[in-house]
Structure formats: structure tokens, C-alpha cells
């Protein structure tokens, strides 16, 4: 672990339950999904249901690049790469649209 759970292992392993989310050998916090579902829900919210989309779509991408990038690094951040291609695709998009 990294961060604020590489703090909590230190201390205490079994704090960490119901933090994660284990599926086989990957881990997830779930302050990630916490904040994959925040990012869709404020774009729909703040920019409309069709940027929305391609932010839903590249969300899952970058979570895939995530996860086959987990095959050459042991650990690797959650969100960076999923957020990035969600709120650029959504921002792009809304551009897009207003300049249509």
C-alpha cells in the first residue's frame, strides 16, 4: 500500500476492512470508487448527460490501462489515469457541443 493505507498496514492490518475491495490479488480502496462515481455524477450534473458518455467510456478505459499496467507494477494510484481520461473526454466534449 501507498499513501494514507501504507499507514494503516503499519499500524494495523486489520483497520483496513471495509476500506478495500478485494477481488483475487487486486485491491482497491474504496475511496477510488468513491470518487469514480462522483466524477460521472458531477459531470452529468455540471455539463449534461452526453459528455457524460464518453466520460463513463473513458473512465472504463482508464481504469483497463490501470489494471494492465498493475501486470509490470506492483503498486499503482488508482485514480490519476481514469480521472484524467474522464474529465478530459467530458470537457472536450462539452467544447464540442457549444461550438456546434
Known amino acids: 500500500y501507498k499513501g494514507h493505507l ?3 498496514t503499519k499500524e ?3 483497520t483496513l476492512r471495509g476500506l478495500t475491495v478485494e477481488v483475487g490479488d487486486l485491491i482497491i ?3 477510488d470508487l468513491f470518487f469514480y462515481s462522483l466524477t460521472l455524477s458531477a459531470i452529468q450534473r455540471y455539463l449534461g448527460f452526453i459528455p457524460a458518455i464518453p466520460a463513463f467510456i473513458s473512465l472504463l478505459t482508464g481504469y483497463t490501462i490501470t489494471i494492465l ?3 509490470k507494477h506492483k503498486i499503482l494510484p488508482g485514480l490519476p489515469i481514469p480521472l484524467l ?3 478530459g ?3 472536450l466534449t462539452s467544447l464540442l457541443l457549444s461550438l456546434a
Do not use: C, K, N
Open 6 to 8: 501504507s499507514t494503516l
Open 89 to 91: 473526454s467530458a470537457l
Open 69 to 71: 499496467a498493475l501486470r
Open 85 to 87: 481520461l474522464a474529465l
Open 12 to 14: 494495523d492490518a486489520s
Open 29 to 31: 480502496g474504496l475511496g
